[in-house]
C-alpha cells in the first residue's frame, strides 16, 4: 500500500475548520480553562501562599479538563457524514489520518491553553520565574491530554451525546501525565519529572493514534 499524504492534508485541514465550527468553538476550552482556574481565588480566598501551594495542581486539572470541552466531535462528525468510510477505503494509513486530526486539534484548541497558563498562573500566585518552565510542562502534557481524549473520543463516535463516556475513557488514561506534570514543577525534581513528562507524552503520540485508528475501524465496520 503506497502513502497519500492528500487525505492526511485534508483530514488535518477539515479539524482545524470543524475547530471554529458553531461560531466559537475553538474558545469553549480556553473559556472553560480560563474560568476553572479563576474560579479557585474565589473560593479558597485570595492568600498567596496558599494560592502558590495549590496553583500547579489547579492548572493541570483545569488543562486536563478543558482538554475534553470539544472531543465529542472530533470524529462523530466524521462517522456520521462518511468521511470515515471514505478513509478507511483511502490508501492513506487510517492511524495517520486519526494523528493529523489530533494534532491539528490540539494546535487550535490546545495550544492556546498553553499560551495562556502563565496569566492564570500570576493570578494564582505562582513564581514568575517558574512560569516558562511551566509553559513547556503544560505544553507536553496537554499534548497528551489530546491524544487520549482522541483515542476516548474515538471509542465514542458511535455513541450520541458521548460526553460522559469520553471522560470515563480518558481520565484514568490522563493520571501518569498528570502526576509527572505536577511533580515536575517543584523545584528539587523538575529535571528527572520533566524527563518522565516527556516519556508519558512520546508514549501517547506512539500509541494513541493506532489505538484511534483501530477505534474508529470498529466503528465503520
Known sequence: MSLTPAPIRAAFRQAVSEAWAGGAGALLPIGFFAGAAMLVPFTIGSDAGQLAAIGTGVLWVALALASLVSMERLFQADLEDGTLDLWAQEDAPLFMIAAAKML?????????LVILTPLIGITLQ????????????????????????????????SVPRGGLLIALLALPLFIPTAIFGSLSAQADSIGPNLLFLAASTLFALAVAPFAASAALRLAVD
Open 104 to 112: 491539528a486539534h490540539w494546535l487550535v484548541s490546545g495550544l492556546p
Open 126 to 157: 505562582l513564581p514568575v520565574s517558574d512560569l516558562l518552565p511551566a509553559m513547556l510542562a503544560y505544553g507536553l502534557g496537554g499534548l497528551a491530554f489530546f491524544l487520549w481524549g482522541g483515542v476516548a473520543g474515538a471509542l465514542a463516535a
